[in-house]
Antibody, heavy 119, light 110 residues
Framework: QLQLQESGPGLVKPSETLSLTCTVSGDSIRRRTYYWAWIRQPPGKGLEWIGSMYYSGHTYYNPSLDSRVTMSLDMSETQFSLKLSSVTAADTAVYYC???????????WGQGTLVTVSS | NFMLTQPHSVSESPGKTVTISCTRSSGSIASNYVQWYQQRPGSAPTTVIYEDNQRPSGVPDRFSGSIDSASNSASLTVSGLKTEDEADYYCQSYENNVWVFGGGTKLTVL
């Protein structure tokens, strides 16, 4: 059964880089069928797509975050990562990773991890 | 890119039917598939409708989706409301390799 689990620091200082990893069990991120995505949700607010990545490593980012976002596939077949630079309090959110069966929709989501930006 | 506008909240009684709208600000609603996600408090979103009107396995047929070109909007209809349907619902579409989410609708079943 497919499972996704986000992990990383729960607290990041302003101006630093937020780094998260999504560990996938029950599937390979190198499978040619799927995309892998990051979505976030500030406390009490709605969902925001951060970006998506194909198995080849090709990436698509939200234009509003493009200059600060890097997504990558790990050499293992079970992890992919997110880096968001120069964070501010506005980046405080629950961050979800997801598998998408094609580019345009989510299918399986992780449980999410709260990242707080504060000094 | 376009925006998707949803009502902030809707409420209805158990057993009744409710419809949540999602209006696209520019471009045709029919141009790109619309998805609907349900999010219960403290949980990750789950898909209840994908590709405008398709239900994932395990989602009851009380949930249905449609699009209306005249109003340039998508709709999620939940019939035979149950208290367990109380949640936030988000529509989502895409264009030019960018996902767009609606702001979400809180469904209260009272």
């Amino acid at each position: 059964q497919l499972q996704l689990q986000e992990s990383g620091p729960g607290l990041v200082k302003p101006s630093e880089t937020l780094s998260l990893t999504c560990t996938v069990s029950g599937d390979s991120i190198r499978r040619r069928t799927y995309y892998w995505a990051w979505i976030r949700q500030p406390p009490g607010k709605g969902l925001e797509w951060i970006g998506s990545m194909y198995y080849s490593g090709h990436t698509y980012y939200n234009p509003s975050l493009d200059s600060r976002v890097t997504m990558s596939l790990d050499m293992s077949e079970t992890q992919f990562s997110l880096k968001l630079s120069s964070v501010t309090a506005a980046d405080t959110a629950v961050y979800y990773c997801a598998r998408t069966p094609n580019f345009f929709r989510g299918e399986y989501w992780g449980q999410g991890t709260l990242v707080t930006v504060s000094s | 890119n376009f925006m998707l506008t949803q009502p902030h909240s809707v409420s209805e009684s158990p057993g009744k039917t409710v419809t949540i709208s999602c209006t696209r600000s520019s471009g045709s609603i029919a141009s790109n598939y619309v998805q609907w996600y349900q999010q219960r408090p403290g949980s990750a979103p789950t898909t209840v409708i994908y590709e405008d009107n398709q239900r994932p396995s395990g989602v009851p047929d009380r949930f249905s989706g449609s699009i209306d070109s005249a109003s340039n909007s998508a709709s999620l209809t939940v019939s035979g409301l149950k208290t367990e349907d109380e949640a936030d619902y988000y529509c989502q579409s895409y264009e030019n390799n960018v996902w767009v989410f609606g702001g979400g609708t809180k469904l209260t079943v009272l």
